[in-house]
């Protein structure tokens, strides 16, 4: 008796486990639906700071990031590249638009815009792209951003039309094909701001009357797409974002922190790692089921693999031209980290004596102007060793630190991958070395020049028998030599 009562106890809990994922927790899916909005050098600051309804609504739904792009000589902080990040999710160093005008020498068919994505790996999708800036959908300045495979593309000539006037229009357009025809994937382009900014600054009274206007279009883009009558089966994400920001008296193309300011609103809440605007493509394809990994992004929401995302930062100390609320740097090591300052000489600016961790933030604000702004596949906290800026104050000696991951798991393996996001070095030396089983270090990588934001792929092969690998970044003889940022480091077990 107790033996068979105790049978039927489990095979009724085996039929409701089973029953639960499929009839019960899950909804019928709704349909998914994306816009992305481009203001075109629209600042996050000044979105917060303005009467601005509508983008604060979907900020309060979601969530809204503040980010940077990149700075000369990587790529000019001007619309073509900005836009062509933002549209294809990869950096201007693949996809080669580093301009205003950029002719046919660029990369945009081997990384189509996103629209484009969609449209060749779900051609049942609808697509649509509205812009007055005729370089977004025209070939004006070269390949057009987003391609004739579109399925729908309008342009309006903002110099011809007048930008308030061509932005009105697209307002009143958009809104009606939203909520008429409900494409699955939309790009809607407002451009006065910019123009705006460029007439009276940031800080002037045009560019706030530009950014009000323009939220009372988005506004009425939203109005449109709740007057749907098949609203309740579909699920809208609109994603926001701009290509540069403005600095107060106008103007933009250079490395200060105002004219690379950028930003992605997200009406969806996503807790995950740092937001980059690479991200804005491969999120809108995750929508429909789409993934491709030759992309720099990521779909916004995805959980940090770094360890170093994890390091608690600080305020400046030397750095005393940083403001004292940005953060920050830091020399605690993550768990299971080392770092060996032993051969390291004294003095020099505390945040840099060794390795350190720091953001984009707070590393680009030492100096401008020295290609740390081209740190673009870095995302977070990252790892720095950097000679030129420890010696921005009295030292002596050189540059001698190395940092040590914890000892990785290779049991099995034939090779194992070290990967790091990005690596950059000047005249000193940078190395990555190995150790297995607390054996003797052997080098695996020295870099003999510069390397810009590289995503590194190295094979190691493992001794056989060996179970635990360590591995070491060391940065050596640094006088004043530039400096080198690692980020990202994983490890990866091959079996061959
Ligand atoms: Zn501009």
Redesign the pocket.
Known sequence: MKRSAALFALATLTAATIAVPTSWSSPAAKTPKVVVIGI??AMLSKIQAFDTPALKGLIASGQATRTSLYAQPFAPT??GPGWATNATGVWPDKHKVKSNSWGTSTDLSRYPDFLTRLERAKPALSTYAIADWTPLTTNSAGQAIFSDEVQRKVTLDGDALGWAQADARIGAEAAAYLKDTGPDASFVYFGDV??A??SCGAAGACYRKALEQTDRHIGGLLAAVKARPTYADEEWTFLVTSD?G?TDAG??GGNTPAERASYVISSAKAVGGAVKNVDIAPTVLAKFGITAAELDGRPIGTASSDPFDAVTLQPRVDETGIPADVLGWSQTTPAGWGIDNSAMGTGGMREWRGWSFTTDDFWTRTHAGQQRESNVRARGVFAVADSDEWSDKTRTGFFNSKLTSPAYDVQGAGKAVISSHYLKSGNEKASVLVSFDGGAAQTVLTYGGDVIAKSERLEVAVPSGASRMTVSWTLTNGDNDWYWAVDGPQVTKLAS
Do not use: A, M
Request: aromatic share 0%; hydrophobic share 15%.
């Open positions: 075109d050098g001007l619309s910019d123009i900014g460029h540069h403005h103007g933009h």
